[in-house]
């Protein structure tokens, strides 16, 4: 070590000063005293260095550079002095003491070299006690962050990185994702690792290791993108599982266990995937698929579309106008006030229309369906349906299978055009009217049937006498069951026969 002017060994616990040479400071968890005129002094400590302190240096004049794994650092702007440590990141440094103030090390920005930039292959960039900037270029890369706030720099086609943050003193690091928009990103829970994908380009995506550990400090990552920052990702999430989105255009996943997902204003996009999962959505033109599993959705207001996917789903939808395609399952949805399209799909499903005008589709399998306040179409599609149009002038068509229309109260005028094959058995029921309460007429080749105790009720079964798809083949009042059977030879000459059953 000729090199040196002076070569200073302290013990345990010891402080040590420099001299106006350059020094070699050697100590064991010690305090490290350096002032203006001490040459070029080098740190080598046998364990944590306590503090570096510089009594007549001011905090805001200092620069710090990191090279080669040597920390310099400079406390005077008009001179050469500075301290050097080498093997930097095999330390932890615990404060920096000034003239003015003392701070911890993850307060300070390295100057120049603080950026630790990777290559174009599978890259590891460990970071430093200091505030650092971590660029993994492409590739595939890692990114250890030190006990600083640190910046993690995601570009457009990086690739597919993983973030280890060990942030443990500071304010929040940063992980800044460089020509993405926030609308463009989905979240997905991947064991206890959180991972950001972006959708226009399928390969790019970000993992923050361990985000779901309760203990870890990755939660405190601050995100963002081009259109808009998100100051703590905890609001995405409820008990570490549940994914939700505060204000914002988002895709957002679930996991293949029971998730809430969550989505409050704006445009969102949630993926519910297996489990029986809650989904609720905020104010916008959502779109949420529910996955496998027995789910409850809840639209909120805004034009959305639901996909209730497998598994036996509840889904409500919100205000405005959304379209609901249940799949498999047996299922149960509820439109609102507006004008609402839901297809039941595959299984045994129950369909409420509400106060909107309406179009409910059963498709295959027993179903029911109930019309509501306003002018609703109902059909029934394949199976042995119930249809009941409620309130207002509805339009009814049962479709193959045998099928059950329901009337009571001021139904309105309703038409019925069954569809469905000869050997079907389909049943008109008035719940509240006996025989002598209905008046039968025909309405060109249309059956028409005139509720004569409450004004504007009426029923007309569309082709009744020339198409045999849509013939009825029994009707039920509150005494009676009939069968209807027309002698038509043209609209001036037919007979209307009733018969008992």
Do not use: C, W
Not at 460 to 480: A, L, M, P, R, S
Request: aromatic share 12%.
């Amino acid at each position: 070590m000729s090199e040196y002017t002076n070569v200073i060994e302290a013990k345990y616990g010891e402080t040590v000063y420099g001299t106006a040479g350059n020094d070699y400071l050697s100590g064991f968890y010690s305090d490290y005293v350096f002032t203006k005129g001490g040459g070029i002094d080098v740190i080598k400590d046998k364990g944590i260095i306590k503090s570096i302190t510089f009594p007549d240096a001011i905090s805001s004049q200092a620069r710090y550079y990191l090279s080669n794994n040597i920390l310099t650092i400079k406390p005077y702007p008009d001179s050469s002095d500075q301290i050097e440590i080498q093997d930097f990141s095999s330390y932890i440094i615990l404060s920096l003491t000034y003239q003015d103030k003392k701070i911890n090390t993850n307060q300070v920005s390295l100057t120049d070299s603080g950026k630790i930039i990777g290559t174009e292959n599978n890259d590891i960039l460990n970071g430093t006690p200091f505030m650092d900037s971590l660029v993994g270029l492409q590739g595939n890369d890692i990114l250890r962050g030190g006990y600083g706030q640190d910046t993690y720099i995601f570009n457009k086609g990086d690739g597919q990185d993983t973030v280890f943050d060990g942030n443990i003193l500071g304010e929040s690091s940063v992980l800044h994702f460089q020509g993405v928009k926030a609308t463009n990103v989905k979240f997905e829970r991947v064991s206890n690792d959180l991972v950001i994908s972006a959708f226009d380009n399928e390969t790019d995506q970000v993992t923050i290791n361990a985000y779901f550990n309760a203990l870890d400090e990755a939660q405190s990552l601050e995100l963002v993108f081009d259109d808009k920052a998100i100051s703590e990702l905890t609001p995405y999430f409820i008990d570490n599982k549940s994914i939700t989105n505060i204000s914002g255009s988002f895709y957002i996943y679930g996991t293949a266990v029971a998730d809430t997902l969550h989505s409050d204003n704006e445009d969102a996009r949630i993926f519910a995937k297996a489990g029986n999962d809650i989904l609720l959505s905020g104010n916008g033109h959502d779109e949420l698929y529910a996955g496998s599993g027995d789910d409850m959705v809840t639209a909120g207001a805004g034009d959305d579309f639901i996909y209730g996917e497998a598994g036996n789903d509840r889904v409500y939808a919100g205000i405005g106008n959304d379209k609901v395609y249940l799949d498999e399952g047996d299922d149960i949805a509820n439109g609102n006030e507006d004008n609402d399209e839901i297809y039941g799909q595959i299984g045994k499903d129950v369909l409420y229309g509400d106060k909107g005008e309406d179009m409910l589709d059963g498709g295959i399998d027993d179903d029911e369906l109930y019309g509501g306040l306003s002018h609703d179409n109902l059909f029934g599609g394949e199976g042995n349906d119930i249809l009941n149009g409620d309130a207002a002038d509805d339009y009814l068509s049962g479709d193959l299978g045998s099928d059950t229309y329901i009337f009571s109260g001021a139904f309105g005028y309703d038409v019925i055009a069954d569809a469905g094959n000869i050997a079907d058995k389909d049943i008109l029921l008035f719940k509240d009217l006996t025989l002598g309460d209905v008046s039968f007429s025909l309405n060109g080749t249309n059956l028409l049937l005139s509720d004569n105790t409450r004004e504007g009720n009426y029923v007309e079964i569309v082709d009744y006498v020339t198409n045999q798809g849509n013939y009825i083949e029994q009707f039920n009042f509150i005494e009676y069951q009939v069968m209807i059977l027309v002698d038509y030879k043209n609209s001036f000459d037919y007979q209307i026969n009733i018969n008992l059953i």
